[in-house]
């Protein structure tokens, strides 16, 4: 594969890569971040993708080692700032910087209106691990792809999918009884 048709061929998946990224990471910036990392890590790398082979799949695992790898290095390392070093505008431009901006895409701006902000913060409250699985489950990934690009077992792939699918599950039942959608538990019949 040329130089221009794999970079061409690479930059078509960038959307799908940032949507993950950003349930990823929770945050606009270090979504936009993740994907330019996993770029350039794959133009570095382009010698070791196999040409014909899932090029999706090849971006998603550089995508989602870099996101392991970022998460194991900040927390080892906590954030810290001087406070005479903090302006008094920062807390509102880093707010401002988080809050996603609206998609030029109908369908994901459709998505976006039906996905509340809970049922996000349950799949950000997932262990990384299952997180992890899950986003690449959804975005159509098979067990055997999810397995190669996180480097476990599919029988691990299973486990984590079935435990973050049970996660979700609950934490969208929670959410179901507090918003009055489900009925907290009907009592035993007595006959």
Known sequence: MGRDAFEVDALSHIDALYRTALRMTRSEADAHDLVQ??????????AQF????????????????????EYRKRSRAPETTELDDVDEFSLYRRMSRDRPASSTDPEQEFLDGIVSTEVKDALG????????TVLLDVEGFSYK????????????????????????QRRLIELARERGIAALRAAPRSD
């Open 37 to 46: 990392e996993t770029y350039v890590r794959a133009l570095r790398f382009r």
């Open 145 to 168: 792809e999810i397995a190669e690009m996180l480097e476990i077992p599919i029988g691990t792939v299973m486990s984590r999918l079935h435990r973050g699918r049970k996660f979700l």
């Open 125 to 132: 409250a997932l262990p990384e691990k299952f997180r992890a």
């Open 50 to 69: 196999t040409p014909g082979t899932n090029l999706k799949a090849w971006l998603f695992r550089i995508l989602t080692n870099t996101f392991i790898n």
